[in-house]
């Protein structure tokens, strides 16, 4: 089993930054995807981005794409989401997902997830 807990968020005025983490435990996985995926009120949890350990590889969806960057700190076991020039369309709920192997996808079809933390960007 694995573990994941994000922490991170907050509150943020439009334009700020914040940086989301995703600290795994339990089993390690010698390859692995991880990825961000986030629910507002009354909408479907949706891709953000995510990262292939294999190679580093990564994808974003287009609503984030050039204010996002994904990153992984191996050692820590731990995977980040740097936001930019935030958005008040970017307040969810985030969560972020890992799978072993290696494709890398933009859909939930994740086996392991994590709780959420809450991003609230204010106008």
């Known amino acids: 089993q694995v573990q994941l807990v994000e922490s991170g968020g907050g509150l943020v005025q439009a334009g700020g930054s914040l940086r989301l983490s995703c600290a795994a435990s339990g089993r390690a996985f010698n390859t692995y995807v991880v990825g961000w995926f986030r629910q507002a009120p009354g909408k479907e949890r949706e891709f953000v981005a995510a990262?292939?350990?294999?190679?580093?590889?990564?994808l974003y969806a287009d609503s984030v794409k050039g204010r996002c960057n994904i990153t992984e700190d191996k050692a820590k076991r731990t995977v980040y989401l740097q936001m930019n020039s935030m958005k008040p369309e970017d307040t969810a709920l985030y969560y972020c997902a890992t799978n072993p192997g290696l494709v890398l996808t933009t859909t939930r079809t994740y086996d392991y997830w994590g709780q959420g933390t809450q991003v609230t960007v204010s106008s």
């Open positions: 990262m292939r350990s294999f190679d580093g590889r990564t």
